[in-house]
């Protein structure tokens, strides 16, 4: 799936993961998969928010591509720490060494434990 325009300067980069059946364990159950939904905001400052679960990074990197250099990128958003938020926060710094994680306190306490 190509990146998705959702306005002027915003674009849908995340990932669609049609083979998962269980999220969070069994506490959620979906038949036709999942999408782990990041969001890229292109204005003064480039902004990543959020990022997708780990296996999905090159692809979230490949759409980022489509739309800037992923060494543009500004600032990344952490919603929370879950691996299908921040899994691919790692990969990501990789291509984009200037971007500064953004976060609550208690999002980069979970961050530091975590990566």
């Not at 939904?37 to 990022?51: F, G, H, M, S």
Request: glycine share 8%; with cysteine; hydrophobic share 40%.
């Amino acid at each position: 799936m190509p990146t998705v325009k959702v306005l002027d300067g915003v674009y849908w980069v995340g990932a669609v993961d049609w083979n998962v059946r269980n999220f969070h364990g069994f506490t959620y159950t979906t038949h036709r998969g999942t999408t782990y939904n990041a969001y890229l905001i292109v204005d003064d400052k480039t902004v990543l928010v959020d990022t997708v679960y780990t296996p999905y990074a090159g692809e979230m990197i490949d759409r980022i591509s489509e739309v800037v250099s992923p060494e543009e990128i500004d600032y990344i958003i952490a919603n929370h720490v879950e691996v299908d938020h921040s899994g691919a926060i790692g990969e990501v710094l990789k291509h984009a060494p200037k971007a500064k994680v953004v976060g609550t306190a208690r999002c980069r306490q979970g961050l530091m434990k975590h990566y």
